[in-house]
């Protein structure tokens, strides 16, 4: 989402959260108790390495396939879609497809296509994962645009709210809407978003917070805080809040960046 908020100050930088606590006390305060959901877990990690990444991407969606990194960017008229190289930063092909009203929004693979959303115009662009530079088809989509991913068959996306709507690739129809809770409520600003082994991990707006969702249920249950990963001495009055997840599968570990971030963090799940 969109609003250009400087995140407030965050901890010294951490390369593993193995001091946090079993269960974050920073969600919701449950409107009702006894839930019947359990807590979700603190999900403890390392940093395995530190990459630069591009401080001119409002960075929305994020994807690694092929030794390539995929990523969307925001801010109207500078959304873009482009492929990096994640070991230098380097932008080797990029598409400037926003516009005065155009915003881009989250990306995802499927399938050897691309989708981008967008923001608020509800439209989503399709592009072949070998050519950026022109979309091939686009979509309507009824609501806003935030996060997308897949889970092999069908597409998920969130719109800022509590839901994670599953959704056909091919008619763009939703298919099943869940509703993301933890034991202390619903859980809003479901941003970016990854399947990761079953699992769907989403970014809180706003925060340095994943929450890993059971797809089928929609409960929390895990969260890792990435609160204190990019240091004070590495931001500037551009620099925004942590949104980028994407999941390397043949080493099993995860790229975390952030909005106009110099770094690319390489994260191993403990």
């Known amino acids: 989402?969109?609003?250009?908020i400087l995140p407030a100050v965050l901890a010294l930088l951490l390369s593993c959260n193995g001091n946090q606590p079993d269960h974050d006390p920073t969600l919701p305060v449950p409107k009702e108790p006894g839930s019947g959901i359990p807590?979700?877990?603190n999900l403890?990690?390392?940093?395995?390495?530190v990459h630069p990444h591009d401080t001119g991407a409002y960075t929305q969606g994020l994807q690694y396939i092929n030794g390539k990194m995929y990523e969307g960017t925001g801010d109207f008229e500078q959304s873009s879609i482009r492929?990096?190289?994640?070991?230098?930063?380097?932008v080797e092909q990029k598409h400037i497809m926003g516009s005065n009203k155009i915003f881009g929004e989250g990306i995802t693979v499927f399938k050897d296509k691309?989708?981008?959303?967008t923001w608020q115009s509800h439209i989503v662009y399709v592009y072949g994962l070998n050519d950026i530079t022109k979309p091939v088809k686009t979509f309507p989509w009824p609501y806003e645009g935030w996060g997308i991913t897949n889970n092999g068959t069908n597409l998920i996306i969130s719109d800022g709210s509590s839901n994670l709507y599953f959704v056909d690739p091919e008619t763009f129809k939703v298919i099943n809407t869940i509703a993301v809770e933890s034991n202390r409520g619903p859980i809003d600003d479901l941003n970016e978003l990854e399947?990761?082994?079953?699992f769907v991990y989403a970014n809180v707006y706003q925060t340095d917070r994943i929450v890993k969702?059971?797809?089928?249920s929609g409960h929390v249950v895990g969260?890792?805080?990435?609160?204190?990963?990019?240091?004070d001495m590495e931001k500037t009055e551009r620099t925004d809040v942590l949104n980028g997840i994407a999941y390397d599968s043949a080493r099993n570990m995860l790229f975390i960046t952030g909005k106009r971030w110099p770094k690319l963090y390489e994260v191993q799940l403990n």
């Open 223 to 231: 969260i890792l805080n990435f609160a204190g990963l990019l240091p």
């Open 213 to 216: 969702i059971d797809p089928e």
């Open 114 to 117: 691309i989708y981008q959303l």
């Open 1 to 4: 989402m969109k609003k250009f």
């Open 195 to 198: 399947f990761i082994n079953g």
């Open 44 to 49: 403890k990690y390392t940093v395995l390495a």
């Open 83 to 90: 492929i990096t190289d994640w070991k230098t930063g380097k």
């Open 39 to 41: 807590a979700p877990v």
